[in-house]
């Protein structure tokens, strides 16, 4: 029997996490996280981490395996996914892999490119000249490095911008040269699903995950992480905005109301994402039969 992944996604507080446990549940099967931020152990609350009774109920991979201080990108992801998956494959015939980060899934789903390890120097470089200089002074910088990507990315994303920058630093040579965006082929059978909502019922829950995330000590978890938010891993939706609070640039009200804003703009960008790439099969999350044929899928 052709060895399975199933790859269920879907937009944040769409409701993957119980649903990907009742199907591991059934299946006696692992779950491997594809969320790019619970990779991060310091990150919990704001990153809506499985819980203590949630892990206990289905072991997980890749949650809480990295800090915040350590360099982490969707090539390094793809190549860990797959060593788990050489050793899971040997005890499961499927393995469930579930998370909200599209360019970490397409990595594992498809391939991704051989980008090089950006190194820290090279990192504070060019984001102190960022940060020194501007955005228009980088657009400029990477027109000369690489002309032909410069007319691709989008001059408003300077984490883009910044990030092929470093690259071509990096590398020593273009962006482009090294983005040949060639799907690779699985050794393993990938079943795709993708779970939604009603924009304005998911958009309610994500109002009252956000308050949830205050209430369990989203504030003292930001807080926790003061010395280190110069780390890109914290320029994230929940995190920047209590820094924005704590700075005094906005209210703790108008921090919790513009997360909510951020996450709601960020969940509607993964849903573009994945209705765009990728041929996945799609179910009402509201559906009582979900779990029964999101199972159903592997036999055909």
């Known amino acids: 029997m052709l060895k399975t992944l199933l790859v269920i996604v879907g937009p944040t507080a769409v409701g993957k996490t119980e649903t990907a446990l009742s199907v591991a549940e059934q299946l006696h099967c692992p779950i491997i996280s594809a969320d790019s931020r619970q990779v991060y152990r310091e990150l919990k609350i704001g990153t809506a981490t499985p819980t203590a009774e949630q892990l206990q109920r289905v072991k997980h991979y ?17 190549q860990d996914v797959l060593k788990l998956l050489d050793t899971l494959f040997v005890q ?12 970490y899934v397409d990595a594992v789903c498809n391939g991704i490119d051989l980008i090089p390890t950006i190194s820290a120097e090279v990192r504070q470089q060019v984001w102190t000249e960022y940060e020194e ?5 980088m657009l400029g910088k990477l027109h000369s490095l690489d002309p032909e990507y410069y007319n691709k990315v989008d001059k408003c994303n300077y984490k883009r911008v910044l990030h092929a920058i470093e690259v071509c630093i990096e590398a020593g040579q273009t962006y482009t040269s090294l983005r040949t965006n060639s799907k690779v082929e699985r050794k393993f059978r990938i079943v795709k699903v993708g779970i939604e909502r009603e924009r304005v019922e998911l958009n309610q829950r994500i109002g009252m995950r956000v308050e949830q995330m205050i209430e369990q000590g989203l504030e003292a978890e930001v807080r926790s992480c003061l010395p280190m938010r110069h780390y890109n891993s914290l320029n994230t939706v929940g995190y920047k905005e209590i820094f924005d609070y704590f700075d005094g640039k ?13 996450t709601r703009r960020y969940a509607k960008k993964q849903m573009t994402w994945f209705k765009q790439n990728g041929n996945y099969v799609w179910f009402d999350a509201t559906d009582n039969m979900l779990v029964d044929k999101i199972i159903a899928l592997l036999d055909k």
């Open 62 to 78: 890749l949650v809480g395996h990295r800090s915040v201080a350590d360099y982490y990108s969707a090539y390094e992801f793809e």
């Open 133 to 137: 200089k501007g955005l228009d002074f």
């Open 250 to 262: 906005m209210s703790r009200d108008e921090a919790i109301e513009k997360i909510k804003t951020n």
């Open 92 to 103: 499961h015939d499927v393995v469930l892999l579930t998370g909200g980060s599209m360019m």
